[in-house]
């Protein structure tokens, strides 16, 4: 059983930046598609950005593009999410995930991910 544990989440002004780290509790690690959510109240859970095994491919949500950046340590078994240029909208629960060891399914949907931590919120005030 993987455990994934974010933090770095916290109140920040609206073009602040915060960098969400997420550890993960076993070796397969490196054998993970990893991902970013986010659930704001009273809406569903969203893809907001996902990373390749190895770390060389990344994808992200429009709505993020050009202010995130996810990134991987394979070594150190964490990702991470850097967030700049943050906007009140960007406020909500944000939740790490892995998809299952050797897996390779879509990045975007939360059907995919096997495995998810517990959240870290992140309000952004404006």
């Known amino acids: 059983q993987v455990h994934l544990e974010e933090s770095g989440g916290g109140l920040v002004q609206a073009g602040g930046s915060l960098r969400l780290s997420c550890a993960a509790s076993e070796r397969t690690f490196s054998t993970q598609r990893m991902g970013w959510f986010r659930q704001a109240p009273g809406k569903e859970r969203e893809f907001v950005a996902a990373?390749?095994?190895?770390?060389?491919?990344?994808y992200y949500a429009d709505s993020v593009k050009g202010r995130f950046t996810i990134s991987r340590d394979n070594a150190k078994n964490t990702v991470y999410l850097q967030m700049n240029s943050l906007k009140p909208e960007d406020t909500a629960v944000y939740y790490c995930?892995?998809?299952?060891?050797?897996?390779?399914?879509?990045?975007?949907?939360?059907?995919?991910?096997?495995?998810w931590g517990q959240g870290t919120q992140v309000t952004v005030s404006s």
């Open positions: 995930a892995a998809q299952r060891p050797y897996y390779s399914g879509d990045y975007y949907y939360t059907s995919e991910y096997d495995y």
């Open positions: 990373i390749s095994k190895s770390g060389t491919n990344t």
